[in-house]
């Protein structure tokens, strides 16, 4: 059984950073590819990023490229988003998914429970 825990989340001024962190446990991790959605209020659940198994790829959102980095490491089982130059229009909860590599949910078979990033204007 794989099982996703993301931390880092919470409440940061605009033009701030965090740093997401989702922490996989289970068998496997190497594996995976992984990517981190997030879902605004009365929105779809959207695509942020996502990093192939290996690490040699990474696809980013429009509207995060060049603020937010997806990395993986694969001695600790941990997947990280790090977001820079925060805008309030990033406010959302962020979910850690683990599956094949894409940008949409059908991809990933295993998904966290969200955490929840407040920016503030």
């Known amino acids: 059984q794989v099982q996703l825990v993301e931390s880092g989340g919470g409440l940061v001024p605009a033009g701030g950073s965090l740093r997401l962190s989702c922490v996989v446990s289970?068998?496997?991790?190497?594996?995976?590819?992984m990517a981190w959605f997030r879902q605004a209020p009365r929105k779809e659940r959207d695509v942020v990023a996502a990093?192939?198994?290996?690490?040699?790829?990474?696809y980013y959102a429009d509207s995060v490229k060049g603020r937010f980095t997806i990395s993986r490491d694969d001695d600790k089982n941990m997947v990280y988003l790090q977001m820079r130059s925060l805008k309030p229009e990033d406010t959302a909860v962020y979910y850690c998914?683990?599956?094949?590599?894409?940008?949409?949910?059908?991809?990933?078979?295993?998904w966290g429970q969200g955490t929840q990033v407040t920016v503030s204007s």
């Open positions: 990093i192939s198994a290996n690490g040699g790829s990474a």
């Open positions: 998914a683990a599956g094949a590599y894409g940008s949409t949910e059908i991809n990933y078979d295993y």
């Open positions: 289970g068998r496997g991790f190497d594996n995976y590819a």
